[in-house]
């Protein structure tokens, strides 16, 4: 139930390999990642458990002003390990979303409200100017390291989450402990955050997996046959 | 502390952007006002029916349903405003984001979609490890600063993927032939550096493994990321793996290297004694594999939604 730091199987990084890595890292162009400008945290949970919750590190870049894009890690340290992805998007282009693909987000309204999903770091009248707009976004997280149930690899398929949609979600101890860490109170922000509001159309049915649960199957599909595909290649 | 913050913010920002609006402090103070939450507008008619009862599947390989034409390539959405620039500059300068400095080498590779192999992209993989027989890497469809995050892909030695479950060594590709091949590139890189033998980095790599997720199908012309997961496979030696000429041109033209030197020199790199016939599982088994989203009643712990 707590936040894991998997254990990741595997020799420790030789001396040659860091070597290289410190080269490759000081040639090389980082265009995407070097857009990432924002850690956020928050909490989410599996689309078909609420009682399976996971504190969440999201490491965001803009790609405009109405679309983020964020990585996500189990922690903020060096050793972080990477188990998911987020998408997060205005209502205006959330409205734009086939009715299929709608369930598959969630609203972010009431973790930003409650004051559970913060800015590390950051003051408060300068995280608010940016959370006031996270409060009307929709996002979409998909989890492929299933780090609660104490996997040390990311096996498994991947895993639509939702996100805190009302008080009594989430476990008290996840909170505090997450309070404790980083020195802050999340019912103080909340009075703080009384004065934001959601969606401006309100929240739209058909988010939060419209009310119900979700989950991933894997379908064996039929590929052409190996050999009987001409392929010419010049 | 905060207004002057805030002041030398401004005068960062306005040096920064000289043809931008110069910024005061004012244009920064906080906006508190009352109103108490909105509720669900009338004007949100929904039929009732349909919210509660109809979640329809979403499926990796199935196309999405229609979205509003945009135009050019650009993803949807107004471009960023200066306030925007701000907050941003503000958090990067304030936060120490540790996880993403440990991504320490950029990749551009191919990968195809397991469920239809006749559909490959360039991909370009960052790339950070976390001990010598484990890599994760955020996925882009270019290494542009507007590239799109496509997906995630982990990377494990031989010895690791032996002890995977032989259910779970199906949603894997072996690395082999992209290395060898020259498909694997690290631009900006001189082939020399990365074939140097006490770093043995890519006589390991060539016997690794690969887990890839894509989560926005991009060459589809999805303009935002739409549907279930699908997983990747890698390039192959053989038909349905092979790698289409145009698109490696392409991005030999553009990085400026030549894939077939690159695999002229690293002939010398030693194959693997033998690659895991779960892997790859289209090769000897002719399937690919799709993700498929359905409802399901989620076991609560409270109300929902």
Redesign the interface.
């Known amino acids: 139930m707590s936040t894991a730091h998997p254990e990741?199987?595997?020799?420790?990084?030789?001396m040659?390999?860091a070597?290289?890595?410190?080269?490759?890292?000081a040639?090389?162009?980082?265009?995407?990642?070097?857009?990432?400008?924002?850690?956020l945290c928050a909490f989410h949970f599996y689309?078909?458990?609420?009682?399976r919750q996971v504190e969440a590190?999201h490491?965001c870049g803009?790609?405009?002003?109405?679309?983020r894009?964020c990585?996500i890690?189990n922690?903020?340290?060096?050793?972080?390990?990477?188990i998911?992805?987020e998408?997060i998007?205005?209502e205006e282009?959330f409205m734009?979303?086939?009715?299929?693909?709608k369930?598959?987000w969630h609203t972010h309204e009431f973790e930003v409200?409650s004051g559970v999903l913060f800015?590390?770091?950051?003051?408060g009248?300068?995280e608010?100017?940016?959370l006031?707009?996270v409060c009307k976004t929709y996002g979409?997280t998909?989890h492929?390291?299933q780090i609660d149930r104490g996997d040390n690899?990311?096996?498994?398929?991947?895993q639509?989450m939702?996100a805190l949609?009302?008080d009594?979600?989430l476990y008290p101890n996840l909170a505090q402990d997450v309070e404790e860490r980083y020195g802050i109170s999340f019912e103080k922000e909340r009075e703080n955050r009384?004065?934001m509001?959601?969606?401006?159309?309100?929240?739209?049915?058909?988010a939060?997996?419209?009310?119900?649960?979700?989950?991933?199957?894997?379908?064996?599909?039929?590929?052409?046959?190996?050999?009987a595909?001409p392929?010419v290649?010049? | 502390m905060c207004p002057t913050y805030l002041t030398a913010l401004c005068h960062h920002i306005t040096r920064a952007c000289p043809r931008g609006p110069s910024l005061t402090h004012h244009d920064l103070h906080l906006r508190v006002s009352l109103s108490s939450y909105k509720t669900m507008a009338s004007e949100n008619e929904i039929d009732s029916k349909r919210t509660l009862h109809t979640v329809s599947m979403a499926s990796s390989d199935k196309s999405p349903g229609p979205t509003p034409d945009y135009d050019g390539q650009k993803p949807p959405g107004e471009p960023m405003t200066m306030h925007q620039h701000i907050l941003d500059k503000g958090a990067a300068l304030m936060q120490s984001l540790k996880p993403i400095k440990q991504m320490k080498q950029h990749v551009c590779t191919f990968a195809l979609y397991s469920h239809d192999m006749s559909r490959q992209i360039e991909t370009h993989h960052y790339v950070t490890r976390l001990n010598q027989d484990f890599l994760q890497c955020a996925v882009y469809d270019t290494d542009d600063s507007n590239g799109r995050l496509i997906g995630v892909e982990y990377i494990v030695s031989d010895k690791i993927f032996e002890s995977l479950p032989l259910e779970e060594q199906k949603l894997w590709h072996s690395h082999a032939y992209e290395i060898k091949s020259g498909l694997w590139a690290y631009p900006r890189v001189p082939e020399v550096i990365v074939t140097a033998k006490p770093e043995l980095e890519l006589e390991n790599l060539a016997k690794s493994y690969g887990k890839f997720w894509c989560t926005w199908q991009v060459d589809r012309g999805d303009r935002l990321p739409l549907g279930a997961p699908a997983l990747m496979m890698s390039p192959q030696g053989v038909n349905l793996g092979m790698v289409r000429p145009d698109l490696v041109q392409k991005r030999d033209r553009k990085y400026n290297i030549s894939t077939e030197d690159m695999k002229k020199v690293r002939t010398e790199i030693e194959e693997p004694e033998w690659i895991n016939p779960q892997a790859d599982y289209w090769k000897q088994h002719g399937k690919g594999f799709a993700i498929d989203v359905e409802p399901t009643e989620m076991k609560k712990i409270a109300p929902f939604p």
């Open positions: 990741v199987p595997g020799d420790p990084t030789q040659g390999t070597i290289l890595e410190k080269t490759t890292a040639i090389q162009g980082f265009g995407p990642t070097n857009k990432i400008h924002q850690h689309s078909d458990d609420m009682s590190h490491f803009h790609q405009n002003e109405e679309m894009q990585l890690y922690s903020s340290e060096a050793d972080a390990r990477l998911g992805i998408y998007i205005s282009l734009t979303l086939p009715d299929e693909e369930p598959l409200k800015m590390p770091g950051i003051p009248p300068i608010r100017q940016d006031e707009k979409k998909i492929f390291w690899l990311p096996v498994g398929l991947p639509i939702m949609t009302r009594g979600q009384a004065y509001m959601g969606p401006e159309k309100g929240i739209h049915p058909l939060n997996a419209a009310g119900k649960g979700l989950k991933t199957n894997l379908r064996e599909t039929e590929c052409k046959p190996v050999d595909v392929r290649f010049v």
